[in-house]
């Protein structure tokens, strides 16, 4: 059974940093590009930053410079350290695991980030 655990979110200031982490199971986590999706109410979900199986990351312009994707294959683990936050990446953000079949596609339960004065 695959599971993609998130955690880390919270509440922020506006300028502060939060960094989340996803812990996958069930799957060779090596062989899987892995990625942060977010959504806020009444919107598509949208890619944040992503990391291929060889360690090739990929962002959303509006993340660019603030925002870090990275991952550790001896912990299962993809991180995501978000800094100079704004009130506009108040989100849910997802974990997501696409299967190197193309077959399936894996996400976390979600987590909350609200940045807020």
């Known amino acids: 059974q695959v599971q993609l655990a998130e955690s880390g979110g919270g509440l922020v200031q506006p300028g502060g940093s939060l960094r989340l982490s996803c812990v996958a199971s069930g799957i060779i986590f090596s062989t899987y590009a892995m990625g942060w999706y977010r959504q806020v109410p009444g919107k598509q979900r949208e890619l944040v930053a992503r990391v291929t199986s060889g360690g090739f990351t990929d962002y959303a312009d509006s993340v660019k410079g603030r925002f870090t994707i990275s991952r550790d294959n001896t912990k299962n683990t993809v991180a995501l350290q978000m800094n100079s936050l704004k009130p506009e990446d108040t989100a849910v953000y997802y974990c997501?695991?696409?299967?190197?079949?193309?077959?399936?596609?894996?996400w976390g339960q979600g987590t909350q980030v609200t940045v807020s004065s």
């Open positions: 997501n695991a696409p299967s190197p079949s193309g077959f399936r596609n894996y």
